[in-house]
């Protein structure tokens, strides 16, 4: 069965419009997903929408509503936010170009992946998807997903295109609010060098294929041992084990004696999340 787009409108670049269907990049089929379970019974616990002095009540009689004061909302149908007509509702229009390395990873929100819609289109899509390539460049601009207009970069990806939504300077919390607390420390330059060094061992192409999510393997392994019957024993985790208690200078030196033979523990790798430049640094 074909996906369905997540949204189909236009990219814009002056004059220039390219129809476009976009995708979502990520896949969490493969997610375990847990049910809430009454344990007396062992029957799932299901939830009912329940109005204070009305009981339940059926969807059809439900509405948006925004709480301007305690207790009071306005009600928004639906068709009163269709009314609004943003343009980035059916297009996504690139006001400029900047090099990806400019913005800040915290920004980065979700990916999607951006094909041609019909063959109209396909050889401006390969036109614009090249210069970007050459020019090493992603497009900022706005569109309108998910019932909020969003901040968002367009970049080469293969042979199409990927659009990722970017969080707002107001959607993210102040790094100093965290940051403070932590007390200056005048690093050791014998113990930088050591680092350094550890770090260039170290170093290699990103592959994320080789990097598996062994929490997942694991809960998907205890399900299926509980539903044998079989005991469940806690392990214990291998810092625990560890029986020297060493200095950092020692740990290094002894990390680069195993001369990066060592493997260490494979987890989902995350993008680093360093403050931004203005707000969160």
């Keep these: 069965m074909a996906?369905?787009?997540?949204?189909?409108?236009?990219?814009?670049?002056?004059?220039?419009?390219?129809?476009?269907?976009?995708?979502?990049?990520?896949?969490?089929?493969?997610?375990?997903?847990?049910h809430q379970i009454h344990k007396p019974s062992g029957k799932r616990v299901r939830y009912q929408k329940i109005v204070e002095g009305e009981g339940k009540v059926e969807n059809e009689d439900i509405a948006k509503g925004y709480e301007f004061s305690k207790g009071h909302y306005?009600?928004?149908?639906?068709?009163?936010?269709?009314?609004?007509?943003?343009?980035?509702?059916?297009?996504?229009?690139?006001?400029?170009f900047v090099d990806r390395s400019e913005i800040d990873s915290i920004y980065f929100d979700k990916p999607y992946f951006v094909v041609p819609d019909g063959e109209a289109g396909r050889e401006a899509f390969a036109v614009i998807r090249d210069a970007l390539r050459a020019t090493g460049k992603v497009g900022?601009?706005?569109?309108?997903?998910?019932?909020?207009?969003?901040?968002?970069?367009?970049?080469?990806?293969?042979?199409?295109?990927?659009?990722?939504?970017?969080?707002?300077?107001?959607?993210?919390?102040?790094?100093?609010?965290?940051?403070?607390?932590?007390?200056?420390?005048?690093?050791?330059?014998?113990?930088?060098?050591?680092?350094?060094?550890?770090?260039?061992?170290?170093?290699?192409?990103?592959?994320?294929?080789?990097?598996?999510?062994?929490?997942?393997?694991?809960?998907?392994?205890?399900?299926?041992?509980?539903?044998k019957g079989k005991k469940i024993e806690a392990k214990e985790p291998e810092l625990r084990r560890s029986a020297d208690v060493i200095d950092l200078a020692e740990a290094l030196k002894r990390s680069l004696g195993k001369g990066g033979a060592e493997k260490a523990p494979i987890r989902r790798p995350r993008a680093p999340r360093r403050a931004a430049r203005r707000r969160h640094g």
Excluded at 5 to 15: E, N, V
Excluded at 18 to 32: C, R, T, Y
Excluded at 192 to 216: N, S, V
């Design 3 to 34: 996906a369905r787009p997540y949204w189909t409108g236009a990219i814009r670049l002056s004059l220039v419009v390219l129809p476009v269907e976009i995708f979502s990049a990520v896949d969490p089929a493969g997610d375990v997903h847990f």
């Design 74 to 96: 306005v009600v928004i149908d639906p068709e009163d936010l269709k009314k609004l007509r943003l343009e980035t509702a059916e297009s996504f229009n690139i006001v400029r």
């Design 140 to 227: 900022l601009g706005q569109v309108a997903v998910a019932g909020r207009e969003r901040l968002a970069v367009l970049q080469p990806c293969g042979k199409g295109m990927m659009l990722e939504t970017l969080r707002y300077e107001d959607d993210l919390k102040n790094a100093r609010n965290f940051f403070s607390g932590i007390k200056d420390v005048k690093a050791d330059s014998d113990q930088i060098d050591l680092a350094k060094k550890l770090i260039e061992q170290k170093t290699g192409p990103f592959e994320p294929e080789k990097f598996k999510d062994h929490y997942e393997s694991a809960v998907r392994d205890l399900i299926k041992r509980k539903m």
